[in-house]
């Protein structure tokens, strides 16, 4: 079983940024994927971004692309989000997921993971 534990939501001004992290804890992997979902209110589960540990890459939406980063602490099995130039658009909650190796075309679908932490709140707001 695996925990994933998200930290660093909260309320931002447009332009603004912040960093969430997700830690990883029990039978996690080498070759996990971890990574990150959005979900705004009344809105489907989104693919925001995902580290997958297999060829060492990262994958972004087109929607958050070059504004937002992922980062990977491998000695503490956590993985970092960081935020720029946050647009309303961006608020939701934002979940941490993870699951064992995913092949390309399963990135991108929620469905495809097996784990999930409780979601933090980032709220864009002037």
């Known amino acids: 079983q695996v925990e994933l534990v998200e930290s660093g939501g909260g309320q931002v001004q447009p332009g603004g940024s912040l960093r969430l992290s997700c830690a990883a804890s029990?039978?996690?992997?080498?070759?996990?994927?971890m990574g990150w979902f959005r979900q705004a209110p009344g809105k489907e589960r989104e693919f925001v971004g995902v580290?997958?540990?297999?060829?060492?890459?990262?994958y972004y939406s087109d929607a958050v692309k070059g504004r937002f980063t992922i980062s990977r602490d491998s000695a503490k099995n956590t993985i970092h989000l960081q935020m720029n130039s946050l647009k309303p658009e961006d608020t939701a909650v934002y979940y941490c997921?993870?699951?064992?190796?995913?092949?390309?075309?399963?990135?991108?679908?929620?469905?495809?993971?097996?784990?999930w932490g409780q979601g933090t709140r980032v709220t864009v707001s002037s």
């Open positions: 997921a993870a699951d064992t190796t995913l092949i390309l075309s399963e990135l991108r679908n929620p469905a495809a993971y097996d784990y």
């Open positions: 029990g039978s996690t992997s080498s070759r996990f994927v």
């Open positions: 580290f997958r540990h297999n060829n060492n890459m990262m």
